[in-house]
């Protein structure tokens, strides 16, 4: 039977993931949200969805839609980072299951409030891990099983150029998006922790406006790692090449490649939540507490097991005083 959904956030980058997954696994999508209203991008999957700038009223369309008996199953959140929980909460109040993209929330202690929540109800709260159903990664973290005392040396580098834009949006402020760590490292960092568990250790050398870097010692690997968005950092051949994104993910001498296989990634994770082996809300727990402790330490500075980078091209932030 055909689940009905509600999506608040629809004009960002990831929103048109969730909107293919939710056509592709059979069910409608009947109302979405977003204050920005250049969202034509709905035509192409659900053209009768009713939409909504302001919140207010897509609450009352929702309730309506309730009372009514014909409320949504399930509400999906592509809101800014900050929002999450807030609107996680509105799913759960709306009788819906809640289907939330990363980070679920920004500080550890929102996650105990979260499980509260939950549990006071008989909707539930999932979260999007796609990288966790990568064949390639669900390849290697067999390959890590199977030799269980081996401490594993990792690099990781990912660069993805972002404009000034990026420093007006909420993307750019600290307490909206938790930081470039938190915004798009915490993919890198849930998958990690998958494979190779438990953080022992957490050391922060840069962390800036347009990069982020540090030392993590997880129980079986030892990992530098290094993001950015700055366009300068990006290696001489991939600017030839045109691209505006790099990214490397070795493990001991070897590179781990992992770039392709990401078209369905989101549909796949549709599936399994509609049967109901969806991610849930503890599994998130791993890499928000990473993601936070980088965010609320002092940078130690390009000393020790620093990544090369770390230090190089520093460019000024764009709105600050000279």
């Not at 939710?22 to 991008?41: F, H, M, Q, R, Y």
């Not at 009713?50 to 199953?73: N, Q, S």
């Not at 991610?279 to 000393?303: D, L």
Request: aromatic share 10%; glycine share 8%; proline share 4%.
């Amino acid at each position: 039977m055909s689940k009905r959904f509600a999506l608040i956030g629809a004009s960002g980058y990831i929103a048109p993931r969730h909107m293919k997954a939710i056509k592709e696994t059979g069910n409608g999508l009947v109302a979405a949200l977003d204050p920005n209203d250049s969202v034509g991008i709905i035509d192409s999957y659900f053209p009768d969805a009713e939409f909504f700038t302001e919140f207010e009223r897509f609450d009352r369309h929702i309730d309506k839609l309730r009372r009514k008996e014909k409320g949504v199953d399930y509400v999906s959140i592509c809101s800014p980072n900050y929002l999450h929980d807030a609107h996680m909460r509105f799913a759960l109040r709306s009788d819906a299951h809640a289907i939330c993209e990363k980070p679920l929330v920004l500080n550890p202690w929102n996650i105990d409030s979260l499980l509260d929540i939950e549990k006071k109800s008989d909707k539930h709260i999932f979260t999007i891990l796609q990288l966790r159903l990568h064949p390639a990664v669900v390849e290697l973290k067999k390959k890590v099983a199977q030799e269980p005392d081996k401490i594993w040396d990792i690099d990781l580098t990912y660069l993805t150029s972002r404009g000034k834009w990026y420093y007006t949006s909420w993307k750019g402020d600290l307490s909206k998006s938790g930081g470039i760590s938190t915004n798009i490292g915490i993919h890198f960092f849930d998958m990690l922790t998958w494979i190779f568990g438990g953080v022992k250790k957490n050391t922060v050398h840069v962390n800036t406006h347009d990069r982020s870097g540090g030392f993590l010692e997880l129980e079986r690997a030892n990992i530098r790692w290094f993001l950015s968005i700055n366009a300068d950092l990006l290696p001489a051949e991939i600017k030839s090449e045109g691209k505006t994104t790099y990214r490397s993910l070795k493990i001991g001498p070897d590179e781990f490649e992992f770039s392709g296989g990401f078209t369905d990634l989101h549909t796949q994770s549709y599936q399994k939540i509609l049967a109901g082996n969806g991610f849930r809300i503890e599994e998130t727990k791993a890499a928000i507490k990473i993601v936070h402790e980088i965010r609320n330490q002092q940078p130690v500075g390009c000393q020790g097991e620093y990544h090369p980078l770390a230090k190089e091209k520093l460019s000024p932030h764009p709105f600050s005083i000279s």
